[in-house]
């Protein structure tokens, strides 16, 4: 059966290290420690093949190439990721960063339905152990939605995720495509930049380009 994977995703692979000969220095070291690469949204050349990226502790170290599917070990979500953290299991050397607290309080005011999930530097760490969270880090989730949301309760979620001092960037999704809740709600819901597969443009209708059957 053919492996499904969605952008945000975190796989695991196999590879031989000789395979990494042609990549950066950087990221040969954190995927021969690690072996964990991030889902993209970038169309993949081969049939059986997925764009995937792997990051550095630097914001300029960001590397994409394609894979085979046959190299998947393990795949975890953005939502089984966001299951699986529990507060109290980081090492305490990690407790005080700002992003954890947000994502703690998030849990225990019961903001996040099982329909998010945790990407970006905090998504990362969780599942590899990888200290990848700094001071600065956002709190990314990714909010999968199957219909439209009434505005009224988006830009109520919005304002509940933002008040703990943590910027929260929410992307509403569906396989591949989607967009920010911080610009839908600043845009009055009229226009935003969609994310998609073939690349980004500007949509003046988000819930129909985001959703299949859903209009204006």
Request: glycine content about 6%.
């Amino acid at each position: 059966m053919e492996q499904l994977v969605y952008p945000h995703d975190l796989l695991k692979i196999s590879f031989e290290k000789d395979e990494l000969s042609a990549f950066p220095k950087w990221a040969q070291l954190k995927l021969t420690e690690f072996q964990t690469v991030i889902v993209t949204r970038q169309k993949p050349l081969s049939k059986n093949g997925v764009v995937v990226g792997v990051r550095g502790n630097q914001r300029n170290q960001r590397f994409a190439f394609e894979i085979n599917k046959q190299m998947i070990q393990k795949r975890v979500t953005p939502y089984g990721a966001l299951e699986h953290f529990r507060f109290n299991q980081l090492p305490e050397s990690r407790k005080d960063f700002p992003v954890f607290q947000a994502l703690r309080n998030t849990q225990d005011k019961q903001l996040l339905s099982s329909n998010f999930g945790i990407t970006g530097s905090a998504g990362y760490e969780i599942v590899t152990g990888d200290m990848m969270v700094k001071e600065t880090s956002d709190l990314d989730l990714i909010l999968k939605v199957n219909h439209r949301i009434p505005f009224d309760k988006l830009k109520k979620l919005w304002e509940n995720l933002n008040q703990f001092s943590v910027h929260a960037d929410v992307q509403l999704v569906n396989d591949d495509r989607g967009f920010s809740l911080e610009e839908f709600v600043q845009q009055n819901g009229k226009q935003v930049l969609m994310k998609s597969g073939t690349g980004p443009f500007i949509s003046n209708c988000p819930w129909s380009d985001l959703i299949q059957g859903e209009h204006c």
